[in-house]
């Protein structure tokens, strides 16, 4: 695998969009290298847990999926396997954004990952993403529209795992996606 690469991202393989949105299409890349490769044996799919106290819903796993993670500029498209659900309190707790965010922190950086993005997201640039992407991204992603986020990234020698954390005083939603190249299982018959 090429480490100065992000596995599953290239202009080519990024869904078609609005021609005029250079952040929705853009050619430009994220310097993987910039994150150093992680040597921390991971255990199963999706790799992290949310804190003590907290929930997933409508949590859903997709084995192929693109999701686009926006860093510096523009979003980069990873192609793999996909885990994506809302966060609550549980019964009796409290929702705090602050103490996720903590966590799920802590967690990559003992992956050996690292923070890649924090801020608010263009609205204006989200609105011109494929409402099918946006759809099938919303429950993981949605909170881009009106909420911070946190993007995070583990980049090992045969993978990259991808975190994004969003969160308000309500609730958050978070997604992570292992970035892996395509292969057809359907057969010719």
Do not use: C
């Not at 040597?39 to 790799?47: A, D, E, I, R």
């Not at 309190?89 to 990559?108: P, Q, W």
């Not at 583990?154 to 969003?166: C, F």
Request: glycine share 8%; proline share 6%.
């Amino acid at each position: 695998m090429n480490d100065t690469a992000p596995v599953g991202v290239t202009p080519e393989t990024a869904p078609k969009t609005d021609q005029n949105s250079a952040a929705v299409a853009s050619a430009a890349k994220f310097d993987i290298s910039s994150v150093p490769v992680s040597k921390v044996v991971l255990g199963s799919f999706p790799y992290l847990s949310l804190p003590d106290g907290y929930e997933a819903g409508n949590a859903k796993t997709m084995d192929l999926a693109k999701v686009p993670y926006w860093v510096e500029d523009h979003f980069e498209w990873i192609e793999g396997k996909v885990y994506q659900s809302s966060i609550s309190g549980k019964t009796g707790k409290d929702f705090s954004g602050y103490e996720v965010k903590r966590n799920i922190e802590a967690l990559v950086q003992q992956a050996g990952g690292k923070l890649v993005f924090e801020g608010t997201i263009p609205n204006d640039i989200i609105k011109k993403l494929p409402e099918d992407v946006r759809l099938s991204s919303n429950t993981g992603l949605g909170g881009w529209y009106s909420d911070p986020v946190d993007i995070y990234l583990i980049h090992q020698a045969d993978k990259n795992i991808w975190v994004q954390l969003s969160t308000n005083t309500a609730g958050g939603s978070w997604a992570v996606t292992e970035s892996k190249p395509f292969v057809p299982t359907a057969k010719l018959l």
